[in-house]
């Protein structure tokens, strides 16, 4: 098959200038201010798309994606290298260009679709294809101010949508309007697509992708990483920005926590020192403190304290106590909670069945989680303890969050493991 | 060539934005649209009052004699500072969508360009009513003339948006000078008044030419002399050409300095 899209070893740098000066004193005066460095946004990117693809390109913000894009569209140009495009380029970059909020929606379609590089005999024959699509045939010849937002929005993508290019660049616009409106978006991006329109969508969403594109490439640091059949590169995208997240020092995370807790402790414990055998439930830490926890650590396998794990990775929970009063038994427990604080999972040495009783003064007690099955998630742990009747002692809620990352796309809180037949 | 053919090719939306600005100068006032005659009617009577009762001058019907030169100057010198900072307004859309960049100043100096076209309704009822009468012949002359001032108009905005877009000060430096260059334009005087030695300078500046052909058609009665047409179509041709591709030079990194 043909190419639509042929792109040679294209290379694009920025001056990002400290203090810029656009005005004559600036230049003259602050001559030496007028430092900038060199930023290299693209370093050498070539790939081609054939007639009738649908490419998606994807990066984590600054990786060259919107550049490129913008280099297609020959907004900018490359310092080097070759962009050839075959057919009429249209791009959904910015919706709704040109409007006149006092001019009526009809109007608007006309400047609009002009800026598009239509002729008035274009767009006289699509008018009714977009004012069908827009849904707005009630409202058409109203000014433009008296629409709603997604009125707005809704309009200028039915223009965008029915320019007739042979090829389309999309960025990151497809989450406008409702549901209903971006899922008629999507089929008619369909319609185009089998109609051998090519099409080129940017987006760190990667759900967009996968659903729509055959092919895409994974950019980072103005460089192809990974080029191919979308679901591939998304996995291996959404697994480097896991990792990414991971290798990000947490450690300034978990100071943070503790230090907002050592805030809540103090509160805690004036009121119990105030009035020693009531417990005030309501509080994020309670209880009569015969025993109380003095750390609460969340390890990995390599023994590291951290605050974000991936799914299926092991985990130790090892709480640090100190004893005040002994007391005949104690119950160590924890629990996982959501943000909206309902209890995923909660247990104790109690439920499992393990007498606790003659401990030393000071000591760590730890539970083994082999894999953790939470997926990718904010998810906040809860560690208490309590005695035999269930009287709590100390009862650290929200002690600290943490946060899973998962390759996998399931849904909901828990990994089940499962198979499909048929 | 090529760039010929695609700014033909976006004809529909220069059609558009001059529509917009047109439509949209005047939105929301209670007179609207008919500012477009009022505003030169106010000013004729200014001039009148002025130049009638206060600086009395020995010209005859001087209001006429300024009124046909002004009108013309101010869509020359609105060209000239407007079309500076009409791409640096437009930067949004420059930004995020592509078409040919020219489009914005052609669309600005064409919208000042109608809108002299139709104070010219308020010049010709003026011609009429004030007894001067009209010359058919030299009428004629006057789409020409229009033509030229449209070119050089065209030319010098190319010129001072796009290096606008690079050197902000521009816009304000040329307010200053669009100021001097109306004093250095025989608009309130005649040429014949000027000094000798700094004729040649006169005769540089285009707009001279063009005005001078304005008064010959609309107070004078008379065909404008060849040669003074002839410079100054060659002088806006010149203008325009070196504008053209100063544009095309400047606008490849248009998206980046705005």
Known sequence: MENAIEVKNIKKSFKIYFDKGSQLKERLLFHKRNRYEVREVLRGISFEVKKGEALGLIGHNGCGKSTTLKLLTKIMYADSGEIIMHGRVSSLIELGAGFHPDMSGRENIYTNASIFGLKKKEIDSRLDDIINFSELNDFIDNPVRTYSSGMYMRLAFSVAINVNADILLIDEILAVGDTNFQTKCFNRLRELKSNGVTIIIVTHDSGTIEKFCDRAIWLNDGLIVKEGRSDKVIDAYMNFMNQKKIDRNPETEILQTEEKNSEKETDADEKNKSDDDIIDYSANRFGLKYIEITKAEMLDNSGKDKRIFRTGESLTIKINYHINKPLDEYVFGFGFYNLNGDCLYGNNTQIDRLKIDNINTDGTISVDIEKLPLLSGQYILNVAVVDSDGTPMDFYRNYCGFEVVSDERNMGYFSIRHNWRL | ?258
């Open chain 2, 1 to 258: 060539m090529k760039t010929l053919k695609e700014i033909f090719d976006y004809r529909q939306m220069i059609f558009s934005l001059v529509r917009k600005d047109l439509r949209g100068r005047y939105k929301g006032s209670f007179l609207g649209f008919m500012w477009t005659f009022i505003n030169p009617l106010l000013q004729l009577i200014v001039y009148t009052v002025v130049f009638s009762l206060i600086l009395k001058t020995d010209t005859e019907r001087y209001y006429l004699y300024l009124f046909v030169a002004l009108i013309p100057w101010i869509f020359f010198s609105s060209s000239l500072t407007g079309g500076a900072s009409s791409v640096v307004a437009q930067k949004d859309l420059i930004k995020k969508i592509y078409f040919p960049r020219q489009v914005i100043p052609i669309s600005y100096v064409t919208s000042c360009f109608v809108n002299m076209l139709l104070s010219f309704i308020v010049v010709f009822a003026v011609v009429i009513f004030s007894g001067n009468g009209i010359n058919p012949l030299a009428l004629l002359c006057l789409p020409v003339i229009m033509f030229a001032e449209y070119i050089l108009a065209l030319g010098t905005a190319l010129i001072a948006s796009s290096v606008t877009v690079y050197f902000r000060d521009l816009e304000h430096i040329l307010g200053i000078i669009s100021m001097a260059l109306m004093y250095m334009t025989p608009i309130m005087y005649d040429k014949a008044i000027v000094p000798e030695n700094l004729l040649p300078i006169f005769n540089l500046n285009p707009m001279t030419h063009i005005i001078e052909c304005y008064r010959a058609v609309l107070y004078y009665r008379t065909v404008p002399e060849l040669s003074g047409l002839l410079s100054s179509f060659v002088l806006g041709s010149v203008f325009l050409v070196a504008g053209h591709f100063l544009f095309i030079r400047l606008q490849r990194h248009f998206a980046e300095e705005l």
